[in-house]
């Protein structure tokens, strides 16, 4: 059956301006890095996509190694586009992304232009599409001068490919210095996208969210869910199909002490308390000050639609604030073992 959005789509779901753009995204957007690619169920990722759209996420986020394989959630995100939502190009956001290897020799990695838009251009024609919304750098690149790599977004944006161009695993130094560069090649430098949640807290320490205030640039932020610890999936046990049981090398076993599980155990009574779920908890408390959008991946239906409720209550007494940092040792820097 042909897809129809769902009419009703804009009713709930909440927008916020990125930073001083003119662009607003969804406080809730969707990633594609895991749960989309080749090795997954084409029918599944599409119902997911589907929903999404239909609850007002219009945000979909990719980058060239999303898969696995490599390059195949781009692929999926195409043959999706192209089946029954191109008519809806123009109500959407899809950002990608390059900085991580993607094919032998010294050409397909990090940051040099010659990657970067090839890159690009790989990816454009993997999806179908004529432009990206939003183009970033993946990751810092040691080597190659920063000049180059941001004169490469430059060159995205006036070819027409991209839109915005964006920043991700950057802290807040090296932002700064990046932001220059575009600033004065008149790039529109949109939006910084960095990890983020309850256990993962880097980025107050660093002073990257000040940094972002000062120029304008709105965040997203991912893993706000803490590679899902902060869900009630793990409250007991290890389940066999979660991400620490497969070692995707992002979560492990031995991440999840039972000093975490317990703060996981007391987070959630609090979210009950408050008539939520841990991970829409979770959602709001990273929504709660200067983040533009959090950044979620799912693997069922149930889970984006669950995701998506947590924008019904963002609103955090002095009291529970301080009930999360008591639980959370009050350690400002996250690092809770």
């Given at each position: 059956?042909?897809?129809?959005?769902?009419?009703?789509?804009?009713?709930n779901m909440k927008y916020s301006r990125?930073?001083?753009?003119?662009?607003?995204?969804?406080?809730?957007?969707?990633g594609l890095w895991h749960n989309f690619g080749?090795?997954?169920?084409?029918?599944?990722?599409?119902?997911?996509?589907?929903?999404?759209?239909?609850l007002g996420i219009t945000h979909f986020d990719l980058a060239n190694n999303y898969g696995p394989p490599p390059g195949s959630a781009e692929e999926t995100m195409g043959r999706i586009l192209k089946k029954d939502m191109s008519s809806y190009r123009d109500q959407m956001i899809i950002s990608t992304k390059a900085g991580y290897g993607m094919w032998p020799g010294p050409y397909g990695d990090f940051g040099s232009r010659k990657y970067l838009l090839a890159s690009l251009d790989q990816s454009l024609t993997r999806?179908?599409?004529?432009?990206?919304?939003?183009?970033?750098?993946?990751?810092?690149?040691p080597d190659t001068p920063l000049e180059e790599t941001m004169g490469a977004l430059d060159s995205a944006v006036r070819q027409g490919k991209a839109l915005y161009v964006g920043l991700s695993n950057y802290n807040a130094e090296q932002t700064k210095e990046a932001a220059a560069i575009l600033n004065d090649l008149g790039t529109p430098f949109l939006i910084s996208q960095p990890s983020y949640?309850?256990?993962?807290?880097?980025?107050?320490?660093?002073?990257?969210?000040?940094?972002?205030?000062?120029?304008?640039?709105?965040?997203?932020v991912f893993s706000p869910l803490a590679q899902g610890l902060l869900t009630t999936k793990y409250l007991d046990r290890?389940?066999?199909?979660s991400r620490a049981a497969r070692s995707t090398g992002f979560l492990s076993e031995d991440?999840?002490?039972?000093?975490?599980?317990?703060?996981?155990?007391?987070?959630?009574?609090?979210?009950?308390k408050r008539g939520q779920s841990l991970s829409q908890m979770a959602l709001a408390?990273?929504?709660?000050?200067?983040?533009?959008?959090?950044?979620?991946?799912?693997?069922?239906?149930s889970q984006i639609e669950e995701n998506a409720g947590a924008i019904e209550n963002l609103e955090f007494s002095s009291e529970e604030l301080e009930k999360i940092e008591e639980i959370l040792d009050n350690n400002p820097a996250g690092n809770n073992n």
């Open positions: 059956m042909k897809y129809a959005a769902d009419e009703n789509r804009y009713d990125c930073g001083d753009s003119g662009l607003k995204l969804p406080l809730i957007s969707l080749g090795v997954d169920t084409f029918e599944k990722s599409r119902r997911i996509i589907h929903r999404a759209f239909d999806m179908g599409l004529d432009y990206v919304d939003i183009f970033y750098h993946h990751r810092p690149d949640s309850m256990f993962d807290r880097w980025i107050e320490e660093d002073g990257l969210l000040d940094v972002l205030s000062s120029e304008g640039v709105g965040s997203i290890i389940p066999q199909d991440q999840i002490t039972e000093k975490k599980l317990s703060k996981i155990r007391r987070l959630n009574n609090l979210a009950q408390w990273v929504l709660r000050g200067e983040v533009t959008s959090a950044l979620v991946g799912v693997s069922k239906v």
